[in-house]
């Protein structure tokens, strides 16, 4: 005699996957998942780990698969009210950043195109300013020759200002005879 089961294969019931945890998940996702794939660094590993804790503290739900677009509208408007350790709200950058990391975990499980771009929060691009150029001219009005060629070159190159207060201190502006050093004036006798 044979099982009706076996007789009749339609008749089996399907094996049910066991449903993905949020909790499981995000354990999976920071130790063997994207971040042992990328090999992320530290501050990159600090950023997701904060977004994935806020993000489990506002979700309620169990699975992952219960998660949908109305969470991630709720969860934007949750970001914003999240305030810094000094007490401070977050600004847009920072909850656009916690955002695209969420989303960015959920899209790796499957949860794709849960709210369109459109209605991700957003944030003003801040105009980055190197230098003041009246600054920089009152600067240069009073610079020799050499200080002036030393002044351009690192405001025309690649290391840009930050690198030449860095050298700063112990480099100085070179002449045939002498130096005068950027950093204290002092003059300096000999090569």
């Known amino acids: 005699m044979v099982p ?11 094996k049910e996957e066991p449903r993905l945890t949020l909790a499981a998940a995000i354990s999976e996702y920071m130790t063997t998942g994207k971040d ?25 739900k169990t699975y992952m698969d219960e998660n949908d677009g109305d969470d991630l509208r709720v969860f934007k408007v949750f970001l914003r009210m999240q305030k810094t350790s000094i007490g401070k709200y977050n600004d847009p950058r920072t909850t656009y950043n916690h955002f695209l ?26 105009k980055v300013v190197a230098y003041d150029p009246e600054v920089l001219a009152h600067l240069l009005q009073f610079a020799d020759v050499d200080e002036t060629d030393v002044l351009e070159f690192f405001l025309g190159s690649i290391f840009g200002m930050v690198k030449g207060r ?26």
């Open 36 to 60: 042992a794939r990328k090999d992320w660094r530290k501050h990159t590993r600090q950023c997701y780990t904060l977004c994935l804790k806020l993000f489990t503290e506002f979700c309620k």
């Open 4 to 14: 009706v089961t076996e007789a009749l294969p339609h008749l089996k019931s399907p």
């Open 101 to 126: 990391n969420t989303v960015s975990f959920l899209n790796t499980y499957g949860c794709k195109k849960l709210i369109p771009q459109s209605d991700w929060p957003t944030y003003e691009e801040k």
């Open 166 to 191: 860095m050298w700063s201190g112990r480099t100085s502006i070179c002449g045939p005879k002498k130096s005068r050093s950027i950093a204290s004036g002092n003059v300096i006798t000999g090569r």
